[in-house]
């Protein structure tokens, strides 16, 4: 039953969906906690959506295309007290929890997905060549990751340089990280909703998610904050 205790938390796009609200909402009902997830959909600049969200409360939001890069440059810039986690650091955000004394701590968990799911499809040789189509939010969370999981040949397509893709050995190593549909099979392909490679890898991401939101829930738990 809602009340007056029950957390608030969401997700912020230009096309919002019952994903999340499906997962976190069933999630937080198995565990007995006291909160509603519901997503909103987003047409102000960030720094009024982050305005709102602290005026109503909210614990914790979720954020997707257009705010990644956009909340990653205000929480460099901003007067308020943010904190850009490691996982942020890749120049996107994904996840904000709004903590005590007006702190907003600055989330990527594209970056924490990519790390689970991606090796598992990649080649061993961290000398071999990888593609990655794109350039926004998914695109700086996935190069990161793979940067740091030591692979060393990275290269990055845009629509300037989209036709290198013809181009490239049928034994390529290409991600996509843009809505566009490739029908290879071989393309390992995060953008585009419609496929397998996205469905489980926003699924990883989204329990990247459902984790910080328990872990800082039972954090401001113990220093009775809730």
Same mark, same amino acid.
């Given at each position: 039953?809602?009340?007056? #205790?029950?957390?608030? @938390? *969401?997700?912020?796009? =230009? %096309?919002?969906?019952? @994903? ?18 519901? =997503? ?10 982050? #305005?709102?969200?602290?005026?109503? *409360? ?9 705010? %990644? ?5 205000? *929480? ?10 490691? =996982? ?21 968990? $594209?970056? +924490? ?20 189509? *794109? ?12 940067? $740091? ?13 989209? #036709? ?6 049928? #034994? %390529? ?8 549909k490739f029908d290879d099979p071989k393309v390992i392909d995060l953008g585009n909703m419609d496929n397998d490679h996205a469905k489980l890898f926003h699924n990883v991401q989204a329990y990247c998610q459902l984790e910080i939101y328990?872990? +800082? ?10």
């Amino acid at each position: 039953m809602i009340n007056k #205790d029950t957390l608030l @938390l *969401g997700s912020f796009s =230009s %096309k919002p969906g019952n @994903l999340g609200c499906k997962l976190f909402n069933s999630e937080f009902q198995k565990r007995g906690i006291n909160a509603i997830y519901k =997503s909103f959909k987003g047409n102000n600049p960030i720094h009024h959506i982050i #305005d709102a969200a602290q005026t109503f *409360g909210m614990f914790a939001a979720a954020f997707s295309s257009p705010y %990644k890069v956009d909340l990653y440059n205000y *929480g460099r810039s901003a007067y308020k007290a943010f904190k850009i986690t490691e =996982s942020a650091k890749c120049g996107s955000v994904n996840t904000a929890v709004f903590k005590e004394d007006l702190v907003i701590e600055l989330y990527n968990t $594209d970056y +924490e997905a990519s790390k689970i799911y991606l090796p598992k499809h990649l080649p061993e040789d961290k000398e071999s060549n990888i593609y990655i189509t *794109g350039a926004g939010g998914l695109f700086k969370a996935v190069h990161k990751a793979l940067i $740091d999981l030591g692979y060393r040949s990275v290269f990055q397509i845009v629509r300037s340089t989209w #036709d290198i893709i013809e181009k490239l050995h049928i #034994d %390529k190593t290409l991600i996509n990280c843009t809505p566009v549909k490739f029908d290879d099979p071989k393309v390992i392909d995060l953008g585009n909703m419609d496929n397998d490679h996205a469905k489980l890898f926003h699924n990883v991401q989204a329990y990247c998610q459902l984790e910080i939101y328990i872990r +800082e829930i039972e954090n401001a738990k113990r220093r009775k904050q809730i």
